[in-house]
Structure formats: C-alpha cells, structure tokens
C-alpha cells in the first residue's frame, strides 16, 4: 500500500519561510514523479512544482516562481518543498503526489498517488 505522508505546514506570516516535507512508503520512490499541489477553500487543486525521477527536470507554477524550491532524497524517500517570501495567496492545502508518468506535471489528473495534506496557512 502506497503511503505518502506531508509534514512542516504552519501559521506564518507573509514574507516568511516554510519547509514542506513528504515521505512515501510502499512505492519505489526513485522511479516516481514527484509533485506539489495545493487547493484553497472554494479552488480548484492546482499545481505547484513537479520534479523528474533524479531531478534534473524541475516545473514550478508562474505564481511560485523564485519564491519556492522543489528538491527530492531518494535515498529517504523525500520530497521537499522550500517556501520563501509568502503570501496571504499562498494559503491553502498542500498535497504531494506520486506519478508513474514519464515526465513532470502540474496536472493533477497525472498523478496516481496522494498524500492527505498539510495546512500552510499566511498571515497578511
């Protein structure tokens, strides 16, 4: 059974830091894209950053770009996701998923795996 855990979301203020982490189980990490959605109260999910198997390709959303880095450890079957001068817009619900897919994505309808969340949460 596919399990993928996120950690590190919190209440901070906008022009702060988070570090969102993601550990998954039950898959061979290394072999997966990985990705970084997040849904808003009354928003569609939408795609935040998507990484290739061994990183050497790398997506991020036009409203994330310069402000948030996507990094993997397949060694630990990680994913992390470095959050720098945020926004009130950047509250939501933050997923990762696991897709079996070639190539990276900020589709949503690509990924098979999901984890259930962490809340990140900017104060103005």
């Known amino acids: 059974q596919v399990l993928a855990v996120e950690s590190g979301g919190s209440l901070v203020q906008a022009g702060g830091s988070l570090r969102l982490s993601c550990t998954a189980s039950?898959?061979?990490?290394?072999?997966?894209?990985m990705g970084w959605f997040r849904q808003a109260p009354g928003k569609e999910r939408e795609g935040v950053s998507s990484?290739?198997?061994?990183?050497?390709?790398?997506y991020y959303a036009d409203a994330v770009k310069g402000r948030f880095t996507i990094s993997r450890d397949n060694a630990n079957n990680t994913l992390y996701l470095q959050m720098n001068s945020l926004k009130p817009e950047d509250t939501a619900m933050y997923y990762c998923?696991?897709?079996?897919?070639?190539?990276?994505?900020?589709?949503?309808?690509?990924?098979?795996?999901w984890g259930q969340g962490t809340q990140v949460t900017v104060s103005s």
């Open positions: 998923a696991a897709t079996s897919n070639g190539f990276p994505s900020l589709e949503p309808k690509r990924y098979n795996y």
């Open positions: 990484i290739s198997r061994r990183s050497g390709t790398i």
């Open positions: 039950g898959l061979t990490f290394s072999a997966y894209v």
